[in-house]
Each structure stands twice: as structure tokens, then as C-alpha cells.
């Protein structure tokens, strides 16, 4: 679904509340913004981009997990019963990750899990080249 244009409209709000209520059905959406900060910005950060990073987020701390974990486990590193030592990338990102939950200035908060989720996915293409 793409919405072009939602920072022209006068009134957002009922629009921010469907997309809202279709992204937590599953639906994938693309917002077109000329720039931050104009009007429906604050509820789009906040109900859609927001949650839709931190999903995202999660979904990659969990491959990283597993791509340490497993690439250890078949070069014979480890054994599956000393896993928890394998996963220190993924454990200090996830550790990141919930430090994110403290910041209370939103933009702050939203450059934040930008600069994670970059970082996640650089060390996600290492661990699963390896």
C-alpha cells in the first residue's frame, strides 16, 4: 500500500488510524513524506514508523542470534549445550534494544533504532558469511 501525499492532507488523523489498524493486520505500507515534521508527522512517527522499526529490529536481532549460534554449532566451536556464550553480538544489540525503551524524546528515540538496525543488519551479513 503506498499513501502519497498523507503530509498534504489537513486533517490525518482518521487516515494515521487505518493505516494504524492495517499495519497490525500485516499489511505493509509506505508512507511518502515530502519531510519530517509536517502536519501527521508526529502520529505517523509515533503509530506506524515506530512500532514498524522496532518489529523490524526484533525480527533481525533474532536471525543474528541464530546465525551465531548456528555458525559456531557447524564449524564445531561449540556444543548446543554452551550456546549462551555465542551469541554476545546479538545479546549486546538486544541489550541496546531495550535501552531504546528509556529514551523519551521521540525523534531521539526513532534515530536511535535507525543506527541499530543498520548496525544489526551489517553484523547480520557478516555472521551469515561466515
Same mark, same amino acid.
Given at each position: 500500500?503506498?499513501?502519497?501525499? !498523507?503530509?498534504?492532507?489537513?486533517? *490525518?488523523?482518521p487516515?494515521?488510524?487505518?493505516? $494504524?489498524?492495517?499495519? /497490525?493486520?500485516?499489511?505493509?505500507?509506505?508512507?511518502v513524506?515530502?519531510?519530517?515534521?509536517?502536519?501527521?508527522?508526529? $502520529?505517523?512517527?509515533?503509530?506506524?514508523?515506530? *512500532?514498524?522499526?522496532?518489529?523490524?529490529?526484533?525480527?533481525?536481532?533474532?536471525?543474528?542470534?541464530? $546465525?551465531?549460534?548456528?555458525?559456531? /554449532?557447524?564449524?564445531?566451536?561449540?556444543?548446543? $549445550?554452551?550456546?549462551?556464550? /555465542?551469541?554476545?553480538?546479538?545479546?549486546?544489540? +538486544?541489550?541496546?534494544? +531495550?535501552?531504546?525503551?528509556? /529514551?523519551?524524546?521521540?525523534?531521539? +528515540?526513532?534515530? +536511535?533504532?535507525?543506527? !541499530?538496525?543498520? %548496525?544489526?543488519? #551489517?553484523?547480520?551479513?557478516? #555472521?551469515?558469511? %561466515?
Amino acid at each position: 500500500m503506498l499513501v502519497d501525499g !498523507l503530509d498534504e492532507e489537513a486533517r *490525518p488523523g482518521p487516515l494515521i488510524e487505518l493505516l $494504524a489498524r492495517l499495519r /497490525v493486520f500485516g499489511f505493509r505500507l509506505l508512507l511518502v513524506f515530502r519531510h519530517e515534521g509536517g502536519p501527521g508527522w508526529t $502520529a505517523c512517527r509515533d503509530l506506524l514508523l515506530l *512500532p514498524a522499526l522496532l518489529r523490524h529490529a526484533d525480527g533481525l536481532l533474532e536471525r543474528l542470534k541464530k $546465525a551465531e549460534s548456528s555458525g559456531d /554449532v557447524q564449524r564445531g566451536i561449540v556444543n548446543s $549445550a554452551s550456546l549462551g556464550s /555465542v551469541t554476545e553480538t546479538a545479546d549486546r544489540h +538486544r541489550a541496546t534494544r +531495550r535501552l531504546l525503551e528509556d /529514551v523519551r524524546d521521540p525523534q531521539q +528515540r526513532l534515530n +536511535r533504532l535507525r543506527a !541499530l538496525i543498520k %548496525t544489526l543488519r #551489517a553484523d547480520l551479513s557478516k #555472521a551469515e558469511r %561466515t
